[in-house]
């Protein structure tokens, strides 16, 4: 059975750099299979991809974050990481990471979830 | 950016109702279409992938249908495990976008 578990600071202040690992247990990150994702949701919103990393160490990010992004893999621990930069509260949220089918050209679907982490960013 | 519009935003429907969420995409995203389930407290959780596959060991009652900008999303005979919030997702173009969500309250 295939498990995800988000770790990191619960608290951020202001203008710092927030640091989550996901920990993935029953696979391996070395899957073609696969993306693994970074999604974020604060309190009483909607979801917000924040970005991808797959096997080769190939990114994709959400424009939105204005590079502030970076996630990262770890193959020795079989953990990929997010880190965000100058973080205000607006980033404030739960953040999940996921593991992401991808079939090469037809299927895509986030089939696996952490239970999340919340973030609070508050000096 | 690809926006995705549900509606209705909200919902309340009764235990056995039969229920319809629809999806509209900002533009044609042929049938790269997803839907999951989030109830109160947990991770979301896959539904319906390629608009219309329905992900293993969930419900015969969930049905997804559509292509291009318009998807739907029904429920048939509500059951108490249902009343949670919808979400669709997008993947033909990054980055990858959800709708708002739809909130399915027990009436």
Not at chain 1, 15 to 44: E, H
Not at chain 1, 46 to 62: C, F, Q
Not at chain 1, 75 to 90: D, G, H, I
Not at chain 2, 15 to 24: A, E, H, L, M, P
Request: glycine fraction near 8%; charged fraction near 15%.
């Amino acid at each position: 059975q295939v498990q995800l578990q988000e770790s990191g600071p619960g608290l951020v202040k202001p203008s710092q750099t927030l640091s989550l690992t996901c920990t993935v247990s029953g696979d391996s990150i070395n899957s073609r299979s696969y993306y693994w994702s970074w999604i974020r949701q604060p309190a009483g919103k909607g979801l917000e991809w924040i970005g991808r990393i797959r096997a080769s160490g190939a990114t994709n990010y959400n424009p939105s974050l204005k590079s502030r992004g970076t996630i990262s893999a770890d193959t020795s621990k079989n953990q990929f990481s997010l880190t965000l930069t100058s973080v205000t509260a607006a980033d404030t949220a739960v953040y999940y990471c996921t593991r992401d089918f991808w079939s090469g050209n037809y299927y895509y679907y986030m089939d696996v979830w952490g239970k999340g982490t919340p973030v609070t960013v508050s000096s | 950016d690809i926006q995705m519009t549900q509606s209705p935003s909200s919902l309340s429907a009764s235990v056995g109702d039969r229920v319809t969420i629809t999806c509209q995409a900002s533009q044609d995203i042929s049938h790269y279409l997803n839907w999951y389930q989030q109830r109160p407290g947990e991770a979301p959780k896959l539904l319906i992938y390629d608009t219309s596959s329905l992900e293993a060991g969930v419900s015969s009652r969930f049905s997804g249908t559509g292509s291009g900008t318009d998807f739907t999303l029904t429920i048939t005979s509500l059951q108490p495990e249902d009343f949670a919030t919808y979400y669709c997702q997008q993947y033909d173009n990054v980055p990858i976008t959800f709708g708002q969500g739809t909130r399915l309250d027990i009436k």
